[in-house]
């Protein structure tokens, strides 16, 4: 019986190993490339997605995720460009937030709030096949917009 205990150690490992790669093999690599290309420091993520914290000129620091998933709705392919601008102490808004989110939203020319649990979501949706340029403007959209309403609304840097 101990002639077979490594190969099956080995055969069990496998679907982990596979679940591992296909993991990280989830990350777009374009995105990877056009964010290298532009000189964005990144990490990835669990999801594949890549996590960038940028360091605004106020001092300010503010966190965005560019997903690797790609989203289609029929012929139109979407990438998610996520920041968090606020973070409720409760699964529900107070009225007062939820209005100033949809204030915001109102008001943008790219992108617009979601609700993520008790996390206000800054999301800007581009092509799929955006270009390094359009990349960068999205994220910066993202960036600005979450930080501008997290400083409205709570006078701190936590996101």
């Known amino acids: 019986m101990s002639s077979w205990s490594a190969p099956l150690r080995a055969l069990c490992a496998l679907p982990l190993a596979l679940a591992l790669s296909s993991t990280a093999a989830a990350q777009d690599g374009i995105v990877k490339a056009q964010l290298e290309a532009k000189g964005v420091k990144f990490e990835v993520d669990a999801d594949g997605d890549f996590k960038c914290v940028f360091r605004l000129e106020s001092g300010r620091t503010q ?75 999205g994220i910066n959209a993202a960036v600005e917009s979450a930080d501008a309403l997290e400083l409205a609304l709570t006078g701190k840097d936590d996101l």
Not at 92 to 111: C, E
Request: no cysteine; hydrophobic share 45%.
């Open 63 to 137: 966190v965005v995720w560019v997903r690797s998933k790609v989203s289609e709705y029929g012929a139109i392919k979407v990438r998610e460009i996520w920041s968090p601008g606020y973070r409720a102490d409760t699964p529900d808004f107070p009225a007062i937030i939820a209005n100033q989110l949809l204030t915001s939203s109102n008001s943008v020319k790219l992108g617009g709030w979601v609700k993520q649990g008790q996390n206000a979501v800054f999301v800007v949706k581009i092509s799929g096949d955006a270009s390094a340029d359009q990349l960068v403007n």
